[in-house]
T-cell receptor, first 109, second 115 residues
Framework: GQNIDQPTEMTATEGAIVQINCTYQ??????LFWYQQHAGEAPTFLSY??LDGLEEKGRFSSFLSRSKGYSYLLLKELQMKDSASYLC??????????WGAGTKLIIQP | ETGVTQTPRHLVMGMTNKKSLKCEQH?????MYWYKQSAKKPLELMFV???????ENNSVPSRFSPECPNSSHLFLHLHTLQPEDSALYLC??????????????FGAGSRLTVL
């Protein structure tokens, strides 16, 4: 079966750096997405990786290793507003999106 | 108004009621989706419409009935639901369905409680 694994919950300190990991086993690969979802709000797109390597976008970066079935989302200079759930999703060979259950990130002062 | 708008934001219904969820997108996208989001579970894709035609139906019970009258509007008709159907129902749209990045734009969801 197809599976996406990510930690259920993480806690970090304001101003610090946190890395949220995502591992996947899917039938083929056509890209990996990260979305952010604040409580009671819509998920919003953060990043898309289809080739190996690091994509940087301001305070957020996303890394992909297709050979290892692994990605991470790196958040720098954490702010209180970064408290949210982070969803990892992989598009398989049929262009179906396979979702992880999300990582709830709690930022402490 | 821009983006994806869902109404109502909250809905409480009995198991014998009939209600509908509405989704509207003003992005000119060609594909629209219904997802179910339950606590601590992955998003479950329910239905996909591309150019107003249903292209996927992921073994969803018949008590959920989608309708896509045009490319901007999507409905989810609900009847004789069960308490386990209580969840957040998310609507999303993307430029197209299938190959390509096709980033999803989500609505804020309709929180459904079935008593």
């Amino acid at each position: 079966g197809q599976n996406i694994d990510q930690p259920t919950e993480m806690t970090a300190t304001e101003g610090a750096i946190v890395q949220i990991n995502c591992t996947y086993q899917t039938s083929g690969f056509n890209g990996l997405f990260w979305y952010q979802q604040h409580a009671g709000e819509a998920p919003t797109f953060l990043s898309y990786n289809v080739l190996d390597g690091l994509e940087e976008k301001g305070r957020f970066s996303s890394f992909l290793s297709r050979s290892k079935g692994y990605s991470y989302l790196l958040l720098k200079e954490l702010q209180m507003k970064d408290s949210a759930s982070y969803l990892c999703a992989v598009r398989d060979s049929n262009y179906q999106l396979i979702w992880g259950a999300g990582t709830k990130l709690i930022i402490q002062p | 108004e821009t983006g994806v708008t869902q109404t109502p934001r909250h809905l409480v219904m009995g198991m014998t009621n009939k209600k509908s969820l509405k989704c509207e997108q003003h992005l000119g996208h060609n594909a629209m989706y219904w997802y179910k989001q339950s606590a601590k579970k992955p998003l479950e894709l329910m239905f996909v419409y591309s150019l107003e035609e249903r292209v996927e139906n992921n073994s969803v019970p018949s008590r959920f009935s989608p309708e896509c009258p045009n490319s901007s509007h999507l409905f989810l008709h609900l009847h004789t639901l069960q308490p386990e159907d209580s969840a957040l129902y998310l609507c999303a749209s993307s430029q197209d369905h299938g190959a390509g990045a096709n980033v999803l734009t989500f609505g804020a969801g309709s929180r459904l409680t079935v008593l």
